[in-house]
């Protein structure tokens, strides 16, 4: 990858790196000062400038810059105040986050050292460059989650918040349906299986006993989205990953290879590269049982079986789905399908992925179920094939909104402006209680 794209892309979060050395060689200047902490203009004109990237492009403008500069003083003030409340994000809480972030950027650039050149840092540098702005951002946000989560709505309110909107500035609610689902997973067929994992051990053989590079067998073997940058998987923590996986990188020694370990994905070869605490770093090999090696028949034989329980012998849906859906998401509230959002019920049809979508176009009437479809299950490199019978509890045509109708949808829009006034009104109050002092003059600021 050219290292202009790597910069490119690292710039949205590690704006600060590319430009410490450029603001070394000139004078910087100190804009605010909250407490004993001191806001740089070079500080701002990163974080600035980062927010232009995240939001893809939005041109800079003084306003801008200025709303920044508050932000930035809202989060020290509330790292102030949680000091006084006692409130304290811990070490491995910002390690996480930094760890996250920089797996991210890990897997942009294409590994370690392509990052590392990329920003003329190693990641240890970064780490503690990085930690404080870190701990401040997660202390921040911590209180204001705390605070938010002391406003509530009452009905009334829902209702006087519909009330106060002109009727010809309602909404149009688009259709939306209620679908539960249940999903199974056809297992390998003996011979697919069987293939998998013997070329699983051959490989691993050919890197043991033949010489073969780790990383080139998995570029050239390796059978989900980590195979082009040899098989990384970054420092992450052990809980992150599938407990077969997790199990056997954490019985390795640093440079040790595995066994061949069979995941729900299929079959890998592992080499733990480090571990720190609860966090390893890993290269594998994945080897999957391919699409045509399944027992489809299997799958699709067992959801006609279950959707004629419910249609012929009035087995309830719900329950079918706790005890036989592979889908763990699902299952647990009987195949019911939420807004992963939002967490409502009411899915608009608009935003249905295309299988689901086509799936549910078939479904006329409340209460009938698909004939078994497949899909794919996951994202990425994670993706297994399976199928499923989805069935339609609700559907509601596209109408102006309405308390009958919508009413989750206007209390969580009620919610959301009772918690921004109330924060905007809280953040004042306790920027009242810590000493805050402007070398700037904010022209957006009301002398008033």
Do not use: C
């Amino acid at each position: 990858m050219p290292k202009y794209i790597i910069l490119l892309i690292l710039s949205v979060v590690f704006t600060q790196t590319l430009t410490a050395q450029s603001q070394s060689e000139i004078s910087d200047k100190i804009v605010a000062v909250v407490n004993d902490h001191i806001i740089l203009k070079s500080e701002v004109d990163n974080r600035t400038a980062e927010f232009m990237q995240s939001q893809q492009g939005m041109p800079f403008s003084e306003e801008l810059w200025y709303d920044v500069l508050e932000s930035m003083i809202d989060n020290l003030v509330m790292v102030e105040k949680a000091k006084i409340d006692s409130v304290v994000v811990t070490d491995d809480e910002v390690n996480r986050q930094l760890d996250q972030r920089i797996r991210l950027l890990t897997q942009r650039a294409g590994g370690e050292q392509q990052l590392e050149r990329a920003l003329g840092r190693s990641i240890v540098q970064l780490r503690a460059e990085y930690r404080e702005q870190f701990r401040q951002d997660l202390t921040a946000e911590r209180m204001r989650e705390q605070e938010r989560r002391k406003i509530s709505v009452t009905r009334p309110e829902v209702v006087e918040y519909f009330n106060s909107i002109p009727a010809d500035s309602l909404p149009l609610i688009p259709e939306s349906v209620s679908l539960s689902q249940i999903v199974i997973i056809p297992p390998p067929k003996a011979e697919g299986e069987n293939r998998a994992f013997q070329l699983a051990v051959a490989i691993r053989d050919s890197i043991l006993n033949h010489n073969a590079e780790f990383e080139a067998m998995a570029r050239r073997y390796g059978e989900d989205g980590t195979a082009p940058n040899g098989g990384l998987l970054p420092m992450m923590p052990m809980g992150d990953l599938v407990p077969e996986y997790s199990a056997a990188a954490s019985a390795l020694s640093p440079g040790e290879i595995s066994q061949v370990v069979q995941t729900p994905f299929g079959y890998h070869v592992i080499r733990l590269n480090r571990r720190v605490a609860d966090q390893i770093e890993t290269n594998h090999i994945l080897i999957r049982v391919g699409d045509d090696e399944l027992d489809e028949a299997f799958a699709i034989n067992k959801l006609e079986a279950l959707r004629d329980s419910v249609l012929s012998h009035d087995k309830a849906f719900s329950v079918l789905a706790r005890r036989h859906s592979d889908d763990k998401a699902t299952a647990p509230s009987g195949g019911r399908l939420v807004n992963p959002q939002t967490g409502d019920r009411q899915l608009p049809v608009d935003q249905l992925d295309p299988n689901l979508f086509r799936t549910t176009l078939l479904l006329e009437n409340v209460g009938d179920i698909s004939e078994p479809r497949p899909f794919n299950t996951g994202q990425g490199g994670t993706q297994q094939r399976a199928f499923r019978i989805v069935m339609l509890n609700n559907r509601i045509p596209e109408h102006q909104a309405n308390l009958d109708d919508d009413f989750e949808l206007i209390r969580m829009f009620a919610l959301q402006d009772k918690q921004q006034r109330l924060l905007t009104q809280w953040m004042t109050e306790m920027r009242d209680e810590v000493h805050v002092q402007y070398f700037i003059e904010n022209p957006f600021i009301s002398s008033n």
